[in-house]
């Protein structure tokens, strides 16, 4: 059976279970969970054409022991509840054999519940709350960093790079956001910068004009901001239109093209910085793969290529083990290092990376973002 391609969310999940009736028995059902909708859209779509592409090159060379890949895609919207829900459908209904997912580090935390429970091994490609793996899952793993190894990166630069002593702390109270905000202030506040400012918005909202007043009377000399484009676009936007010349940082969740749509311009995101991991785009491992997302007018940013690699980790890992006996494949996982397109990648016992490579990016003035020293 060929790989699913399937636009629209409800159906490829409706589709996609439908279609495991006629393939369980030859295909190896992988689930792609993750916002297919929503604000946060964007990231979903990244995973699933990273995954499809994975998946498609791993059948096209025999597939796993001999068995082709299907996807199937669940929508959370990066919300809580939703997530659930998509789990138990990937899990009841479509029977997958693991899964790839979720992005928001507030809808993975309870979805990897689901998985644990029913003994299925999952990858987030993009969670960075700590707690995720540290809640004594053997089957969850990730092929990203975490909050804390962001913080620590961002917290040095701000001291050590910036010079800055007076910060401001924004968070969007969400898992990831607040959890991503708070392992950088744990940071300054340890390396004694206490920061002048630390508020929390909403997700959702665009009018930041009175939280932007606070900042203001704050004085700081650099906005630390938790969460993700939607809601960053838009406050450094009204951070400038009040005349706040503090530099704003952010985190992973604003590396993509989408952070200029929202804040306006490339005039207002020109000198915001952010940590992400090395850019993948950069490692020979994923030369020929890069090059296919390119000749199909996709430019594989973001987490396209750490979703295409969690597709590999879980494929070798159930190709080393001879089935998909998820126990197996987590255990062989930490014991064992994977070639991927982002390079060789290993995990320890939480199944946390062994070796995390955050570095911090800068925005330009033409809308594109660059690794400064």
């Known amino acids: ?34 916002p297919f909708s929503g604000p946060n859209a964007t990231y979903g779509d990244q995973y699933w054409r990273g995954a499809t592409q994975a998946a498609q090159d791993i059948n096209a060379a025999g597939g796993i022991n001999g068995e082709k890949i299907t996807l199937v895609q669940g929508d959370d919207a990066c919300e809580p509840k939703q997530a659930v829900a998509v789990a138990n459908r990937l899990v009841d209904q479509s029977h997958v054999a693991a899964v790839v997912g979720h992005f928001c580090s507030s809808s993975t935390m309870p979805a990897s519940e689901v998985y644990d429970d029913a003994g299925i091994i999952s990858m987030t490609p993009g969670s960075t709350n ?38 401001a702390i924004i968070h969007d109270k969400d898992t990831y956001g607040q959890g991503l905000a708070d392992a950088t202030r744990g940071e300054l506040n340890r390396r004694g910068v206490k920061e002048v400012l630390y508020e929390g918005l909403s997700r959702g909202e665009k009018d930041f004009n009175a939280l932007v007043t606070k900042i203001r009377s704050a004085n700081p000399e650099v906005v630390y901001f ?6 960053a676009g838009p406050l450094v936007r009204q951070m400038r239109e009040q005349g706040v010349t503090a530099r704003f940082f952010s985190g992973d969740c604003i590396v993509n093209q989408e952070m200029v749509t929202a804040a306006g311009g490339a005039q207002y995101t020109k000198g915001v910085l952010m940590t992400f991991g090395k850019d ?65 990648k290993a995990w ?26």
């Open 1 to 34: 059976m060929s790989i699913k391609l399937l636009r629209n969310p409800l159906s490829a999940l409706i589709i996609g279970c439908l279609g495991t009736a006629f393939a369980a028995h030859a295909d190896v059902v992988i689930g792609v969970g993750g």
């Open 348 to 373: 320890d016992g939480k199944g946390d990376l062994k070796v995390s490579d955050y570095v911090v990016y800068q925005w330009d003035d033409k809308g594109q973002y660059h690794e400064v020293p």
């Open 226 to 231: 938790g969460g993700c484009h939607p809601e």
């Open 280 to 344: 993948p785009r950069q490692i020979a491992e994923g030369k020929a793969v890069i090059e296919k997302f390119r000749a199909s007018k996709f430019e594989p940013e973001g987490y396209t290529l750490y979703s295409y690699a969690s597709v590999q980790a879980i494929a070798a890992a159930f190709k080393a083990t001879g089935g998909t006996d998820s126990a197996k494949a987590s255990q062989w996982l930490k014991a064992h290092s994977v070639d991927t397109v982002m390079g060789k």
């Open 130 to 167: 700590p707690q995720i793996t540290e809640r004594d899952m053997p089957g969850i793993f990730r092929m990203c960093g975490r909050d804390d190894q962001q913080g620590l990166i961002a917290s040095n630069y701000i001291i050590d790079k910036l010079k800055a002593k007076r910060i």
